[in-house]
């Protein structure tokens, strides 16, 4: 393979341009037949992107991408830190879980059932995508039928509380919110083995065999991508300063066409997108192997998961299913995305401590099915998320120690204005339905009180923490949230200096940074874990091109060696290798 340099991508940025507006112009006037297989998705960026086939074309999105690239890179946005923003917004215990984790009724998992929720309008999909030929009508026996043939590893528990299983691990709440601020029943692990943790993010691609419902439209990115398992959305790559726009969407596509979209002209993968093949192609089953190989001989005793489970748009179907279903588009995702996906010696059955990242409230809407990842917690016999913000108590009786983990929703950070970065804003009123609603799932009531519903949310949120810290006896004291190091920096500096929080766990950023004692966090550690491959990571991972690079590495997990006295962290590239490490000490 060979590699391009930092000043050959800029250069090839200008190439890109002009063969982007050379394409565009191709495919307003060709007369192509409709491929459907071949899709031209939309970017994390603003607008509109041209589909392959020319039928299903949206002349004046295309339009608009043309001239808005045309345009970059003096609109692409200003100078921002990486701890400021997102750079682009842009087995041995087993038994131990099982039994002081959660023995969970899941009589009520209702594979075969219809999709509920509210009969609104969908979003407009978040992939400009062709035709498809299954009828609407039908998706719902299809992904029955899908979930049929999938395996039922999550309906292992049918304890029930006839049998002795009593408290929130037995019963879900009458609604998502129901149990917000929760304490999760205590895990204990025993022995004095080296205990370890894992830590991941932004993981879960897109289901490109999911059989879309509610009027949305097919999750094919680009050709191949209609396929069993995930498949990795490419977004636009900046450099790190992100003020030049190095590979925009629409041209990071020709990276990932299998051969080639057939629909634009000389198509070809351009240096300046700094795209490995091979890596770029498969992040997430990358991450996923080298996390296997790792926890073979770490044996780590759960997960932290800092969001963005599910590209695009979290699970793909309206708020509002009831707490004690799983819809089949949820189950579907589920098992394609996860389930398959993090498993093995050391991995399967081990706990998920999760919250909901941006993509998961439906990344430019509100309404997706957030509630359904609550709700898995009830179907699952590792996902924990009992809330969108919630505690879990960790003891090592005979290594003398434990944990407090906190688990807070900070989302409200892409929670804009209406008009505002309608790509990348929950409440984005040109994606949003008019109207909108997860009022009956406890979510905000209307694209109109979208905003100000995440903004007191989080409110809610930094008072139950402020709350709960002093609180904690625990020799160690965690927060793991969505948003990256530097959000909401002189919160979490109060939180560590008066509380003495130890470490803060986040994600957002598609790429892998350890912020040992930072400054700017008043000697908080914070490391940010969003290399988990669902998404395209923030640079090249080319190891020769680290110029734009804002951490130690682009797609990987971390590793935390914890005792009563010191936790170790390791940041573990997708290739199994350690790229950095920190050592942390209780304050």
Request: aromatic fraction near 10%.
């Amino acid at each position: 393979m060979v590699f391009s340099t930092s000043s050959w991508r800029r250069t090839a940025l200008l190439a890109a341009s002009a063969s982007l507006a050379v394409a565009v112009a191709s495919l307003l006037s060709a007369d192509l037949a409709a491929d459907d297989e071949c899709v031209i998705a939309l970017p994390e960026g603003e607008g509109q992107q041209p589909d392959c086939a020319l039928n299903a074309l949206q002349k004046r999105g295309v339009q608009a991408a043309a001239a808005r690239i045309a345009a970059e890179p003096a609109d692409a946005g200003t100078a921002t830190s990486p701890d400021a923003s997102e750079a682009s917004d842009n087995n041995n215990n087993n038994n131990n879980h099982n039994n002081n984790n959660k023995n969970k009724n899941n009589n009520n998992n209702k594979t075969g059932s219809t999709e509920t929720g509210q009969e609104t309008p969908a979003p407009e999909s978040p992939t400009n995508l062709n035709n498809d030929n299954n009828s609407n009508n039908n998706n719902n026996n299809n992904n029955s039928n899908n979930n049929n043939n999938s395996n039922n590893n999550n309906n292992n528990n049918n304890n029930n509380k006839s049998s002795g299983c009593e408290g929130i691990q037995c019963k879900p709440p009458a609604t998502a919110l129901g149990y917000k601020g929760v304490a999760w029943p205590t895990m204990s692990f025993p022995g004095k083995k080296e205990m370890h943790i894992f830590a991941i993010g932004d993981w879960g691609g897109l289901d490109g065999s999911l059989v879309p419902i509610e009027g949305r439209k097919q999750l094919v990115v680009y050709n191949g991508g209609r396929k069993s398992g995930p498949s990795v959305f490419p977004r636009n790559r900046w450099n790190k300063q992100t003020t030049v726009l190095l590979c925009h969407h629409f041209v990071f596509l020709q990276c990932y066409c299998d051969p080639v979209c057939p629909t634009v002209t000389n198509p070809k993968c351009l240096p300046g997108c700094g795209y490995e093949k091979g890596v770029d192609d498969q992040a997430q089953l990358l991450v996923a192997t080298a996390m296997k190989a790792r926890a073979a001989k770490s044996n780590p005793d759960y997960i932290l998961n800092v969001g963005d489970n599910f590209y695009w748009g979290g699970i793909e179907k309206n708020c509002g299913t009831p707490m004690d279903e799983l819809s089949p588009t949820a189950k579907h995702q589920f098992d394609q995305i996860f389930e398959g996906i993090y498993n093995g010696p050391g991995l399967s059955g081990k706990p998920w401590l999760s919250v909901l990242g941006n993509h998961d409230w439906g990344g430019r809407v509100f309404n997706n099915g957030w509630d359904q990842q609550i709700a898995y917690t009830w179907k699952s016999n590792r996902w924990i998320m009992p809330a969108p913000y919630w505690s879990q108590h960790i003891e090592y009786p005979d290594l003398g120690f434990s944990v407090d983990i906190y688990m807070i929703d900070s989302n409200a950070m892409d929670a804009l204005d209406g008009p505002e970065s309608p790509s990348h804003n929950i409440c984005s009123s040109q994606f949003n339905p008019a109207n909108a609603d997860c009022s009956m799932a406890d979510g905000p009531p209307s694209l109109g009180a979208c905003k100000s519903w995440f903004w007191s949310f989080w409110a809610e949120n930094q008072a139950w923490l402020e709350s709960q810290l002093p609180k904690s006896k625990a020799d160690w004291q965690i927060v793991v949230t969505h948003f990256p190091c530097g959000h909401q920096k002189n919160w979490y500096r109060t939180l560590h200096q008066k509380y003495g929080l130890d470490l803060l766990v986040t994600g957002h950023r598609h790429d892998q940074e350890l912020h040992a004692a930072s400054e700017e966090l008043g000697g908080l550690t914070c490391f940010v874990t969003g290399g988990g491959g669902g998404i395209s990571s923030e640079a090249t991972p080319n190891p020769a091109d680290k110029q734009d690079w804002y951490g130690e590495g682009q797609y990987g997990f971390y590793d935390l060696t914890i005792s009563k006295t010191e936790m170790l962290i390791q940041s573990i590239n997708y290739d199994g290798k350690v790229w950095k490490e920190a050592t942390v000490y209780p304050k």
